[in-house]
């Protein structure tokens, strides 16, 4: 069982930089992919980014390509976004997300494990 808690939402003015956050409980967090999704109000939970375990390999949605950037921290059992240059259509609740597997599952939400509450992230104008 993973348990996530995010943190880091706020809002910012576009172009600004703010990081999220995401604490997991469990002993096996360091064998569990992580990720980030978002949804913005009327619209469908998407993809953002994810990382694998051993933090060799990430991926991310062309929408934040070059702008946001996924890590993690194993001893902290933590993931963090990065998240720069950041513009209004960002605006969004973001989603911590938790699965045993790395690979192209990350793009489909209903395909992974576990999930935190979410974070708010309000990028204005």
């Known amino acids: 069982q993973v348990q996530l808690i995010e943190s880091g939402g706020g809002l910012v003015q576009a172009g600004g930089s703010l990081r999220l956050s995401c604490a997991a409980s469990g002993r096996t967090f360091s064998t569990y992919a992580m990720g980030w999704f978002r949804q913005a109000p009327g619209k469908e939970r998407e993809f953002v980014a994810a990382?694998?375990?051993?933090?060799?390999?990430?991926l991310y949605a062309d929408a934040v390509k070059g702008r946001f950037t996924i890590s993690r921290d194993n001893a902290k059992t933590t993931v963090y976004l990065q998240m720069n240059s950041l513009k209004p259509e960002d605006t969004a609740a973001y989603y911590c997300?938790?699965?045993?597997?790395?690979?192209?599952?990350?793009?489909?939400?209903?395909?992974?494990?576990?999930w935190g509450k979410g974070a708010l992230v309000t990028v204005s104008s």
């Open positions: 997300a938790a699965d045993p597997s790395y690979g192209t599952n990350w793009y489909s939400a209903s395909s992974l494990d576990y």
């Open positions: 990382i694998s375990w051993d933090r060799g390999r990430t």
